[in-house]
């Protein structure tokens, strides 16, 4: 995922440098970028420095990758990548023992939300993802045994009768878990809009499954984070239906209240 987020600023500035190209000869150095592509800096560098005001540190160091290879070299830009590595690095390092402990005392509701922020943080982290998967195997495995005492002790199938049960529960679960799973990588990529109608869907068939309110709760602060410097209003909606699912989220509400508040 690294190599292909690499490839994608290179070919971004590449494309920015040849459409400001003409047939004029070489210049002086002094001169050698275009109005575009200094535009293009300039708003690069607003972002990136907006972003890392507002600690949206995975987007920082996206915008800090794209100036360093736009001018390689230059101090300012190594810094200012290099600090929001760090950054983000620190902010994982936090919150993996916590997810790691909230997971050995069975909290897994909150492991989940932990792995969840590492993701928004590290895209390509495979342990916070591959945890994740683990947990909601861990979820459906307790699913599935409480379904499967229930059908014991009533004694109410014919072994044929249960073995298809087991069956369909199998393929419900697995089919659950997808939808989790698929709804988590939806986010992680910003596409929250998907994610939550993915995640509702989910709760219409199953209103009180925990783990899908909390992601969908997740999603939502996420989205309301990342919607807060352009769409206040639109931010402010997404805190509220975070705070409506997930009422003990302390970071939604003091965001909220943060962003409701008068000057």
């Known amino acids: 995922m690294k190599r292909c987020r690499t490839w994608l600023l290179i070919f971004t500035l590449f494309s920015m440098m040849l459409a400001a190209c003409t047939s004029t000869p070489p210049v002086d150095q002094s001169a050698a970028h275009s109005p575009a592509v200094d535009a293009f800096e300039q708003r690069t560098l607003a972002n990136a420095q907006s972003q890392m005001q507002q600690e949206h540190l995975a987007e920082a160091v996206l915008s800090w990758e794209a100036l360093s290879l736009l001018r390689p070299g230059h101090p300012m830009y190594a810094q200012q990548l290099k600090q929001a590595r760090d950054l983000v690095a620190q902010k994982v390092a936090e919150q993996l023992p916590a997810a790691r402990q909230a997971r050995q005392r069975g909290a897994l509701d ?4 932990r792995y969840l922020s590492i993701l928004a943080l590290q895209p390509d982290n495979t342990g916070a993802a591959q945890a994740l998967r683990d947990i909601e195997q861990q979820r459906n495995k307790q699913l599935y045994l409480g379904r499967y005492s229930r059908l014991t002790l009533a004694k109410a199938a014919s072994s044929k009768q249960m ?18 799973e698929h709804a988590a990588l939806l986010a992680g990529q910003g596409e929250f809009d998907d994610a939550i109608t993915l995640l509702q869907q989910e709760l219409v068939a199953r209103p009180k499954d925990g783990a899908t309110i909390a992601l969908l ?18 931010a402010v909606a997404a805190l509220r239906q975070c705070l409506r699912l997930a009422p003990a989220h302390t970071e939604a509400r003091r965001k909220l209240a943060q962003l409701t508040s008068k000057p």
């Open 110 to 113: 909150e492991a989940s939300q």
């Open 163 to 180: 073995a298809q049960g087991k069956q369909a529960a199998n393929t419900t679960l697995a089919a659950e878990r997808n939808a989790l």
């Open 217 to 234: 709760a997740d999603v939502y602060y996420r989205q309301a984070t990342s919607l807060e410097a352009r769409d206040k209003p639109a």
